[in-house]
């Protein structure tokens, strides 16, 4: 049920959708994305003619992907389960995509791994992108925030409203984010589903380094989806790197 309940909550974002679809327009196909969770990327991609693989290693996210898999576009898509920090594909990409926020929840060594698996699965030319919050901005916040009421929206099975909370946790090194789902039913009573995802707070020249000791040469560093410079205060860390 979470994966049905992370789906709604997170599908209808689409600020970043224009910079990945660029991205795709530019460097061509084929393309694989990493974490592609439900498809909230990934399926615009192949709306837009695109040939897309996402790799996900939550069954359930791949099988809400399916269920939202319009016929038309089966044969533009593919998904395999994996793990992003093991996986031998024995094909190349133009381009690769790390998208929603996923590599700073990852250890350095699956970091590390996982760039290795980048940087082998790369055409010479080929491009890799990757977003994340900025962890100098995230260093700056508060310990702890209250929990507070993010949106409600329609349960995917019955219709009856779902309400999301969050809240979040700082230490030097993690920041801690947790969704709270409560499904309101109509006799009063609440059926709570929670969530949570912890991210490293490397430095931005930590994350960086990591990306060129895969042997990926660093082209582009952003603050936000509009390509706007990156800075401390910049809301993410978006990285573009070509294989050497």
Not at 21 to 28: R, T
Not at 77 to 86: E, H, L
Request: net charge negative.
């Amino acid at each position: 049920m979470l994966a049905r309940l992370y789906h709604a909550h997170h599908d209808p974002h689409q600020e970043d959708l224009p910079f990945w679809l660029e991205l795709a327009h530019l460097q061509g196909d084929p393309i694989l994305e990493l974490g592609c969770g439900s498809g909230r990327v990934m399926l615009p991609l192949a709306r837009a003619g695109h040939f897309v693989l996402g790799l996900e290693s939550d069954p359930d996210m791949l099988t809400v992907l399916q269920e939202n898999l319009p016929p038309g576009l089966a044969e533009r898509v593919g998904t395999i389960q994996a793990d992003m920090a093991a996986f031998e594909l024995g094909r190349l990409f133009a381009l690769i995509l790390l998208p929603c926020n996923a590599f700073s929840t990852l250890t350095a060594k699956a970091r590390g791994a996982t760039l290795d698996c980048v940087q082998r699965h790369l055409t010479p030319q080929g491009l890799f992108a990757v977003s994340l919050p900025n962890p100098t901005m995230l260093r700056k916040l508060p310990g702890r925030s209250q929990p507070e009421v993010e949106e409600h929206f329609p349960h995917p099975l019955d219709g009856e409203p779902v309400q999301v909370s969050s809240s979040w946790n700082r230490t030097a090194g993690h920041f801690v984010v947790r969704w709270d789902y409560d499904h309101l039913l109509p006799d009063g009573n609440v059926e709570r589903f929670s969530m949570q995802v912890r991210h490293e707070l490397g430095s931005t020249e930590a994350y960086i380094a990591e990306i060129e000791a895969a042997g990926l040469h660093r082209v582009e560093i952003y603050g936000d989806y509009d390509r706007s410079p990156y800075s401390p205060e910049s809301r993410y860390l978006i990285v573009t790197a070509r294989r050497m």
